[in-house]
């Protein structure tokens, strides 16, 4: 089934979290981005940050670290935090869920998104997420460990636009099965 996606505003007194994981399978090098936008689709900070050689799931646990700091730091009062990565969306939602490998990293993640008085996790398709997926293709090449931008840089700035026009991307997506 085709469908038409897009990335969506948040409601009224919201701001939004995208973030991404990127691995370069040819360096084996991973990048991670992300970025916080208001209710009008107004860029408020993105991030993008060189992370090496881990799995493109650390990759995402990362970026989403380095998101919820960003919006601790900001005093983000209520954040809806999308991701392409529904591994990683499941597990938030699934508190019971452990890994040793990535468990100081998630308990992180947990520690920090608890210091947002509102927040709610959402899977996306990848069609949705653009603007991250640039940040954290940035982060697998930049010469930074970390950078945090206070407008898009200059390479996304089209895509940030798009976004906000709420322009769609089609999608061709499985067909839901029903059971009777």
Known sequence: VMKSIRWDKPSTGWKKLNTDGSLVD???????????????????????????????????????????????????????????????????????????????????????????????????????NRVANHLAKLGSSMESDFVVFSSPPVDIVSVVEADCRGLFVNRMCPVPVLFV
């Open 26 to 128: 040819s360096l084996g090098l991973a990048g991670g981005g992300g970025v916080v936008r208001d209710d009008q689709g107004n860029w408020v900070f993105g991030s993008a940050r060189k992370i090496g050689p881990v799995s493109s799931f650390l990759a995402e646990l990362w970026s989403l670290r380095d998101g919820f700091f960003l919006c601790v730091q900001a005093q983000v009062q209520a954040l809806i935090v999308e991701m392409d990565a529904k591994a990683l969306v499941d597990a938030f939602s699934n508190q019971n869920n452990s890994n040793v490998i990535t468990s100081p990293l998630m308990e992180d993640c947990r520690q920090l998104a608890t210091q947002i008085p509102q927040v709610r996790f959402m899977h996306v398709y990848r069609e949705a």
